[in-house]
């Protein structure tokens, strides 16, 4: 499932149009670094389209690959941290940008907004340590999938609100 829709589906039509409104995008070519590993980061990422590579970030062992639908710097967003990996472009990717700034101002000011957005990141978070504790062999893997009914009654909006930010980032 794409994780973007654990955090779109939580939040209402005024923060989607929020987000869209002060949200940018950036384009990488094969290669780019979006994210170094323990530099600091001012930008909450969803990958639009391409691929990204997550690696060690040292011997550029390689982690995992992500592509449409996927949050990235979500994790040092919430701990206010360098990130403990780096993010590289394996092909053209074009990723919807929202600053630190901006969020941390909207979630300071808007409590309707913070609880839906940390509840959000802690369910999009939950099912990334299921399925990697499943793909350690720890745990069942048929429940690595498994998404509790109050996330699916929100996947159908999450995946318009996904498409409205991409036709508006496919314009620009």
Known sequence: MKRVLFLLGHLNDLDIEWMINNGSK???????????KGKTIENLYIVL????????????????????????????FLESRPPSVSVIATQPTSVFCISRELMNSRLATNLEFR???????????????????????????????????????????????????LQKFSEV
């Open 26 to 36: 950036a384009d990488l070519e094969a290669g780019d670094r979006l994210i170094s």
């Open 49 to 76: 389209s391409g691929e990204l590579s997550i690696n060690d970030g040292v011997s550029q062992n390689h982690i995992a690959l992500i592509g449409s639908g996927e949050i990235v710097g979500e994790m040092s």
């Open 115 to 165: 609880a839906n957005f940390y509840y959000a990141i802690s369910l999009f978070l939950s099912n990334r340590l299921r399925k990697t504790t499943s793909q350690l062999g720890y745990g069942s893997p048929d429940e690595a999938d498994v998404i509790d009914e109050n996330v699916l009654d929100g996947v159908s909006q999450a995946g318009s609100r996904f498409g409205q930010i």
